[in-house]
């Protein structure tokens, strides 16, 4: 996945030089936002010794970075967390603050519940980032997560009735069109479904704690959701 989504082809030397330069001199303002981010966090999990990696964004997607306000990330393993980060979108530092609890807690839930014998499937994919999301939602009330309501109610339940037969899927290539977006699936189609069932069951469930949620499987949040039902 990191290969796929962070690895690429860069055609333009120059442009990205410039963005080079601009993330060296924010460089301390950058370990900052991440700083505060990672100890609000540690309020409810365990985030010791986790590695921060900051790298240019691809040019090539710069309009979907600035729809997230200038930061994407990526949990790289159990201890490792890779940004791509474009200080010349505004709002780059709340977005970057926000983020990273997001992927704190996946890199946190990695490090707990993820084995050689975990199997990832579609539906536990989009589970896994709702997580995160819900994560940063609670560290971070009023973060802006324009990926978690891609799309509205018809759509999602278009998307759900072509997804719902493949929930169990391993296709690595049939996940990345799902979360990513395609010209078989819309942008950020498996973020907002998995955001959905994550919310709809703890919306259900208003009085489950952090520490309950947070080891319950996918499955169970689709029960719990009711999107099984769907």
Known sequence: MFRFGYSYFVPDTVGIQSIINNINKNK???????????????AYINTDSVIFYIQPPNIASSDIL??????????????RILFSVDPAVANWKESLE?????????SYWTNKYYDSTFKWTMLRYMVWKGKADAFQKMVYPT????????????????????????????????????????????????????????????????????????????????????????
């Not at 926000?98 to 996946?106: I, L, V």
């Open 98 to 106: 926000h983020a990273t609890a997001g992927e704190c807690y996946s």
């Open 143 to 230: 973060a802006n997560m324009p990926w978690t309501v891609a799309l509205d109610e018809p759509k999602k339940a278009e998307m759900w009735a072509k997804i719902k037969p493949k929930l169990n899927t391993r296709n690595f290539f049939f996940m990345s069109e799902v979360m990513f977006g395609s010209n078989n699936y819309p942008l950020w189609t498996g973020f907002t479904l998995g955001y959905s069932i994550v919310n709809d069951a703890l919306t259900k469930n208003p009085n489950m704690k952090f520490e309950e949620w947070d080891k319950l499987d996918a499955e169970k949040f689709m029960e719990l959701s009711s999107w099984d039902k769907k």
């Open 28 to 42: 301390q303002e950058i370990d900052e936002v991440i700083h505060k981010a990672v100890t609000k966090s540690q």
């Open 66 to 79: 600035t729809k997230m306000g200038g930061v994407s990330g990526m949990t790289v393993g159990k201890k």
